[in-house]
């Protein structure tokens, strides 16, 4: 199929795509890196009849070191996180899933503004983003608002994000120096979405747990926060006995759709598996 006839729009600036928002409203689409909307439109899931392009608004793409915080410009493209210095030293998780994302040519121009605000459980980024307690900035015609990912992710293709607003920056935390950390993934193949998939972030003192955050990828219609399993390390030494009860704590809260990937069982049980190794090799990673 091809996609129904629309209006291409390029703005030049961010007040010109917010008005073209506001001027066309349900009508309009916003285009990133293209990689979750172009499919849709040529199975005719979306029909925008204008179609606005953020390829040529300045200030939408960097990654900055913003103090206590790392902060990313949503037209920031998955070969820009993984290549960036910044990120490999201070937020190495986001890294490691960016590498992850389905294959180079992808990677080129699919862009972490865009994955977050398709809203598909799917997608690795929504899972990454509540590990890493992250919020974002909106920006629509009354100015900005920031909202956290804990807030922003409500269902399947379905955010907080207003039909007016723009996602135009990530704001992230700095994990502490010697933080854990791993994405853990399950596929069937290269570029293939996760069948299940777990992100950690570990920080001890000593022998004991001092934070931990677990989130859960293409296991409910949502990302999931694993907060029983969270609660269940705090605290607590990391050994065979307290990651198996923390696997079973996130297993609790998946909610899968059965598919070509697996059934419901099937891949409750892979999230399980996931959140293990994941622990394990944040683990490994963390300072104690």
Same mark, same amino acid.
């Given at each position: 199929?091809?996609?129904?006839?629309?209006?291409?729009?390029?703005?030049?600036?961010?007040?010109?795509?917010?008005?073209?928002?506001?001027?066309?409203?349900?009508?309009?689409?916003?285009?990133?890196?293209? @990689?979750?909307?172009?499919?849709? +439109?040529?199975?005719?899931?979306?029909?925008?009849? @204008? /179609?606005?392009?953020?390829?040529?608004?300045?200030?939408?793409?960097?990654?900055?070191?913003?103090?206590?915080?790392?902060?990313?410009?949503? +037209?920031?493209?998955?070969?820009?996180?993984?290549?960036?210095?910044?990120?490999?030293?201070?937020?190495?998780?986001?890294?490691?899933?960016?590498?992850? %994302?389905?294959?180079?040519?992808?990677?080129?121009?699919?862009? /972490?503004?865009?994955? %977050?605000?398709?809203?598909?459980?799917?997608?690795?980024?929504?899972?990454? +983003?509540?590990?890493?307690?992250?919020?974002?900035?909106? !920006?629509?015609?009354?100015?900005?608002?920031?909202?956290?990912?804990?807030?922003?992710?409500?269902?399947?293709?379905?955010?907080?994000?207003?039909?007016?607003?723009?996602?135009?920056?990530?704001?992230?935390?700095?994990?502490?120096?010697?933080?854990?950390?791993?994405?853990?993934?399950?596929?069937?193949?290269?570029?293939?979405?996760?069948?299940?998939?777990?992100?950690?972030?570990?920080?001890?003192?000593?022998?004991?747990?001092? @934070?931990? !955050? %677990?989130?859960?990828?293409?296991?409910?219609?949502?990302?999931?926060?694993?907060?029983?399993?969270? *609660?269940?390390?705090?605290?607590?030494?990391?050994?065979?006995?307290?990651?198996?009860?923390?696997?079973?704590?996130?297993?609790?809260?998946?909610?899968?759709? *059965?598919?070509?990937?697996?059934?419901?069982?099937?891949?409750?049980?892979?999230?399980?598996?996931?959140?293990?190794?994941?622990?394990?090799?944040?683990?490994?990673?963390? !300072?104690?």
């Amino acid at each position: 199929m091809i996609p129904r006839p629309f209006e291409y729009h390029a703005p030049r600036s961010l007040p010109d795509a917010i008005g073209l928002l506001s001027q066309y409203g349900d009508e309009a689409k916003l285009l990133a890196g293209g @990689h979750s909307l172009l499919p849709m +439109m040529k199975l005719r899931f979306a029909q925008p009849g @204008h /179609l606005i392009d953020l390829g040529k608004v300045p200030g939408l793409k960097g990654i900055y070191d913003a103090g206590n915080e790392i902060r990313i410009g949503a +037209m920031t493209t998955e070969n820009e996180l993984i290549w960036s210095e910044l990120l490999q030293q201070k937020c190495p998780l986001l890294v490691e899933a960016a590498r992850l %994302i389905s294959d180079p040519q992808v990677r080129y121009l699919g862009t /972490l503004g865009g994955d %977050i605000s398709h809203g598909d459980p799917g997608n690795d980024h929504p899972a990454i +983003m509540l590990a890493l307690d992250a919020s974002f900035v909106l !920006s629509g015609p009354s100015g900005e608002r920031i909202v956290a990912a804990s807030e922003f992710f409500l269902g399947t293709y379905y955010t907080a994000l207003e039909s007016t607003e723009i996602l135009t920056e990530i704001r992230i935390p700095t994990p502490a120096a010697g933080t854990g950390y791993c994405y853990s993934k399950l596929k069937r193949k290269t570029g293939d979405f996760a069948t299940a998939a777990t992100a950690v972030l570990l920080r001890m003192n000593g022998s004991l747990v001092e @934070h931990v !955050s %677990i989130a859960l990828t293409n296991l409910g219609p949502t990302a999931l926060k694993a907060a029983d399993a969270e *609660a269940a390390l705090q605290g607590e030494e990391i050994n065979d006995q307290t990651i198996a009860q923390a696997a079973k704590l996130a297993m609790s809260v998946c909610e899968p759709v *059965a598919d070509l990937r697996g059934d419901i069982e099937y891949k409750t049980a892979m999230a399980g598996v996931m959140t293990e190794r994941a622990l394990r090799t944040a683990y490994s990673r963390a !300072s104690r």
